[in-house]
């Protein structure tokens, strides 16, 4: 198994120059203890096996065992290597104060590089790690840095700073670096910042400014999720296959939750827990768990489901499996088909298998596919589908694998279009506006450094989660102050739940323009309440009493036993068909197939009932009424394929009826009202034509010749 523990020994100064800052911002000493709290809180939530040590410079006192006589004066040694544990955070948060003396912050990093090389030297870690904290106002002796550099490469240490900005001289190439504002320096600062410079160079380490401090945190932290390697062939047909090996490229950090479970009275007490099971009847009957198997309802009769039963059925892989089935465009594989919590990144397993792979990857960049790909992580397990996309960098090519759903995980919704009502489209201004603001909320270019240069805002890989920070934090504050309310929420992480000013400020004149251009009133609309003396009304009152008092019956009754006794419209009447018809389906509980069956049957009775064309206008509004609700409701098709077998029926028994149906233009639903909807808008018009159709009255037939009863004798 690969070891994945980290070794880290911080070096703080706590000299007088990291107790000053300009007004209305914190101390160095602060944002450096915040920063230390931070990692720690990490590490310890965690439960990571990373060992961390701590060493002071600039104290009052000498403790470290390198001291002898002038020589590492003013460095202490507060915390050996070892796990992070509650001690040390309670020392690091209560116990650390600033002093008025300085140490050289040379000769404390020798000293922290001496207690990393003694404490590790019969253990394996993965890191090693300095991380120094001071702001370099003390004096430092620059005779050893050779030494201190040959020391720092050989023992294969890597080195981080965060202190002051360091300003790109003349005199070498600067290191990776986070430049930021400050305070004016010192002679003795701007020495001990070329010093450092140099330093680094030599080792190839990091510095980052106090600004900086807390964002950098994300590069001092060890992955949660140890990264375990999956070897399996990926097989392209019968005979092809490339040895590959996968790793855990993304996935959601969840706390974790060993820690969660105590007894307030004395936590050091164990909680045992246990389940039993009960009958749902008076005496709640205990059962045994052996006794119980799951059941599925079908109906009101409940089916046993046993493990036996889910194993016979269930469908479960041979063995690994990693089988390319088809090839397809990506932008057949959406968005939201993407399942699960997390992404795998597939590379070669040997120089050989890199060849093919290669040539893989670039065919799929080039032709702008994906391959879909049955999955099994081991034999005995249900074979999952998922996708490989190609993703090419300058240093590396790999594959990309998420899962994708099946058809029973798809969720389809149909929604009616925000276009149907004119009303509701908006114009190319608003729409410009619209696009105006998306653009100036682009959080791609949002952040501007001091050489004019564009980067983005709150990139997801130097942004700590929220609810895990928060959580670490007001644990850590509950165990160290219990009796004191939580404190505020760190700066830091606070800015990643806030906008960005800078483009908060670009917003507002869209904003105000998008005001202006959407405008919104309030409607508000007045209740009304009734009475026992409102719902039961007596016309015998006399004439000259006020309305509260007076009291109706008979033909003014408007409520009480009335609207009582009123009963729940569930069929489609003849006197008022498009009113029963919407009436039921306001319900919403009815199915809207079923409905339209409804006013069809009703609608066909009216024509064929009618005596002449008395009820055809009538007939004419039911079906005006069924077009509008299929719009709304996208039953474009169940309208379509009712309207065609009317038409049909009509010409050859009631043509009148459907020459009034023409002249209203009731017609199919096309693609431009519905668009789901596989009829298009000229169909839809030549569906009104008819061939060889007089809208003329009909021809006259001659009377006819009374007959002579005297012919018939």
Not at 478 to 507: H, I, N, Q
Not at 678 to 690: H, N, P, T, W
Request: glycine share 4%; aromatic share 8%; proline share 5%.
């Amino acid at each position: 198994m690969a070891v994945t523990k980290e070794a880290v020994v911080f070096c703080l100064d706590v000299g007088s120059s990291m107790n000053h800052s300009l007004a209305d911002q914190v101390t160095p000493l602060e944002t450096s203890l915040n920063a230390i709290k931070m990692i720690l809180q990490r590490k310890m939530f965690a439960e990571l096996k990373d060992e961390v040590a701590l060493v002071l410079f600039g104290t009052p006192g000498t403790a470290n065992p390198l001291a002898d006589g002038d020589q590492y004066e003013n460095i202490t040694v507060a915390r050996m290597l070892g796990l992070p544990d509650w001690p040390l955070l309670k020392y690091v948060q209560k116990e650390i104060l600033p002093s008025n003396l300085s140490a050289d912050w040379l000769d404390a990093l020798i000293v922290s590089m001496d207690l990393l090389v003694n404490s590790t030297k019969d253990k394996k870690f993965a890191t090693k790690r300095v991380i120094m904290f001071s702001d370099l106002s003390s004096e430092v002796s620059d005779d050893q840095l050779d030494e201190i550099s040959n020391g720092i490469k050989s023992a294969e240490v890597e080195l981080n700073v965060i202190g002051p900005s360091i300003v790109t001289g003349n005199d070498g190439e600067e290191p990776a670096c986070n430049v930021a504002p400050a305070q004016k320096k010192t002679l003795q600062q701007l020495n001990g910042e070329k010093l450092m410079k140099k330093l680094l160079a030599n080792v190839n380490g990091e510095c980052y400014s106090f600004s900086q401090a807390l964002p950098a945190l994300s590069f001092f932290q060890t992955r949660m999720v140890r990264p375990s390697p999956w070897k399996v062939d990926l097989e392209i047909g019968a005979t092809c296959k490339i040895p590959v090996v996968g790793f855990l490229k993304v996935k959601e950090c969840k706390p974790k939750k060993s820690w969660q479970i105590s007894y307030v009275r004395n936590p050091d007490d164990k909680i045992e827990r246990t389940c039993t099971h009960h009958l749902n009847d008076d005496a709640q009957t205990e059962i045994e768990k052996d006794d119980t198997v799951k059941g599925h309802r079908y109906g009101t009769t409940v089916v046993p489901f046993s493990k036996i039963d889910k194993d016979l059925l269930s469908y479960k892989a041979k063995g690994k499996c990693f089988q390319i089935l088809c090839f397809t465009k990506s932008c057949n594989v959406h968005r939201y088909y993407y399942l699960g919590d997390s992404v795998h990144s597939f590379v070669a397993q040997s120089e050989y298998s890199a060849v093919a792979l290669s040539a893989l990857i670039h065919a799929l960049h080039e032709t702008d596919m994906v391959a879909i790909v049955r999955y099994a992580y081991r034999g005995g397990i249900a074979p999952k589908m998922g996708f490989l996309s190609p993703h090419i960098k300058v240093d590396r090519e790999e594959l990309l694998f998420s899962f994708l759903p099946f058809m029973e995980d798809i969720r389809r919704f149909t929604f009616p279009p925000l276009n149907v009502n004119k009303k509701h489209i908006p114009s190319d201004e608003q729409l410009s506006l619209m696009d105006q603001l998306i653009t100036t909320m682009d959080l791609s270019t949002a952040n501007e450094d001091e050489d004019g240069q564009r980067s983005e805002a709150l990139r997801p890989k130097l942004m700590f989660n929220p609810h895990i920070q928060r959580l670490y934090q007001c644990l850590q504050h509950r165990a160290l102050c219990p009796d004191e309310p939580l404190p505020e929420l760190y700066p830091v992480v606070a800015s990643y739940l806030t906008v960005c000013e800078e483009v908060e400020a670009r917003c507002q004149s869209s904003l105000e323009r998008i005001k202006k251009a959407f405008p919104l009133e309030e409607k508000r609309y007045k209740k009304e309440t009734k009475t026992g003396a409102d719902v039961f009304h007596d016309n015998d009152a006399k004439d000259d009493e006020p309305d509260a008092k007076r009291l109706k019956t008979g033909s003014d009754l408007v409520g009480g036993m009335e609207a009582l006794a009123k009963a729940t419209v569930t069929e489609v009447g003849t006197v008022t068909p498009v009113t029963d018809f919407r009436s039921i389906l306001s319900r919403g509980s009815a199915n809207f197939e079923e409905v339209c069956k409804l006013m069809q049957k009703r609608l066909l009775q009216l024509v064929m009932d009618s005596f002449d064309d008395q009820n055809f206008s009538k007939a004419v509004d039911c079906l005006r009424a069924l077009r509008e609700e299929a719009i709304l409701n996208h039953a474009s098709s169940l309208f379509n394929t009712y309207i065609k077998e009317l038409k049909t029926s009509m010409l050859s028994s009631r043509k009148p009826f459907w020459l009034e149906v023409i002249k209203e233009k009731l017609t199919l639903i096309h693609n431009g009202e519905v668009q789901t909807s596989l009829v298009s808008q000229e169909d839809s018009e030549a569906f009104l034509e008819i061939q060889e159709v007089n809208l003329s009255a009909p021809e006259e037939l001659p009377p006819d010749e009374p007959e002579d009863i005297f012919d018939m004798m």
